[in-house]
């Protein structure tokens, strides 16, 4: 079963990502077709349906008392 926590983090990072989109006026197609991922793989991650180990990490975080700075370090290059 699903802590209550793991699944109030999945959902939240899922409205996020649904904002994030709609701002910048893309489908859920375009995101899936830039991450090279289905559609539907996709649509579940905005739903809040597919709490990946996003959500484990993110618990280091917080535990860590990480920056997001140290969280994100050299991250932001992309991988080609």
Known sequence: M???RTR???KR??????AA???RGL????VADRM???TGQYARLERGEHASSVVLYL???W???????EFFHKLDERVP
Do not use: W
């Not at 990072?13 to 649904?18: D, I, R, S, Y």
């Not at 489908?27 to 375009?30: A, C, F, I, T, Y």
């Not at 535990?63 to 700075?69: D, G, H, T, V």
């Open 2 to 4: 699903t802590p209550h």
């Open 8 to 10: 109030y983090i999945a």
């Open 13 to 18: 990072l899922g409205q996020n990502f649904a």
């Open 21 to 23: 989109r709609r701002l």
């Open 27 to 30: 489908r859920q197609v375009d």
């Open 36 to 38: 090279r991922v289905e």
């Open 59 to 61: 618990d280091a975080f």
């Open 63 to 69: 535990a860590l008392n990480m920056s997001p700075e």
